[in-house]
């Protein structure tokens, strides 16, 4: 009797097997051509999360609303390699995301839809209320202004208050940017604080200030361009009438203000 137990339990225990493979077999022969290859497909198979989601109830529903929103199979795959859990998340979630998109002025088919949706996909609605609450309190925006800004720099609403305020400081109260202005190129918001926005904001002062650039040239354009660019229009063309710019620039990059970058 209890050889005839043990060997129904072993039977079970084969068939419950044999189901989680097939189960995996299917979900990884539907997701394979979803995400392209391999490789693209890897990090989700090592999350886990895939793999123990349902494919019929779970994952196809997911990568079907997806397409809906006029995501194509490469945009999906885009946004769920660095998050793969997207596609197992419920569909709720997934519905108050596309909402919440879509009410800050992101709409399905825009180039940064999906970035927007990656960007909020893991915040509760309340998050991302409180979040641009914080946004229009730090750079005195509107909420159509904020819209604006989102809809151009989607992933503004998952960086924290800290991270918006010590900007916030930075360019309107230090640089002197109007928030309108900031609005039309939140980029910057973006870009490291001490590695980028300072620095260069320095340079570019400096060379105002003893008459090697025009007083009329756009703080931004000096910001968005590359690192070896900005070398060689802003430190490079000035060898001789600052020889110690580019230590300077250097050293400011290391968060420190040397004599030369101190304005009263």
Sequence with gaps: MDAEVMA????????????????????????????????????????GSILSSDLERVVKPNAAFLRECGLGACDIARLCIPRPSLLSISMDRIRTAVA?????????????????????????????????????????????????AVSKAP???????????????????????????????PAMLMYSLEGRLRPRYYVVKFLKENGLLSRNR????????????????????????APHLAKDYAAACKDEVPTRFRFT
């Design 8 to 47: 129904l339990k072993l039977v079970g225990f084969v068939l419950v097997v044999v189901g989680l493979v097939l189960s995996i077999v299917s979900t990884l022969e539907y997701c394979l051509p979803l995400f392209g290859s391999y490789d693209n497909l890897l990090p989700a198979v090592k999350s």
């Design 155 to 185: 992933k503004l609403l998952s960086r924290t208050k800290e991270f918006l305020h010590f900007r916030s400081e930075f360019l309107i109260s230090e640089v002197g940017l109007e928030p309108a202005y900031i609005v039309y190129r």
């Design 218 to 241: 756009d703080y931004y354009s000096a910001v968005k361009i590359t690192e070896k660019e900005f070398v060689e229009k802003f430190i490079c063309p000035h060898k001789e009438a």
């Design 100 to 148: 919440c998109v879509e009410g800050l002025g992101v709409p399905r088919g825009s180039r940064m839809f999906k970035h927007a949706l990656q960007a909020v996909a893991f915040l509760s609605k309340d998050k991302i209320t409180a979040n641009v609450e914080h946004l229009k309190k730090m750079f005195r925006w509107s909420d159509a202004e904020v819209g604006i």
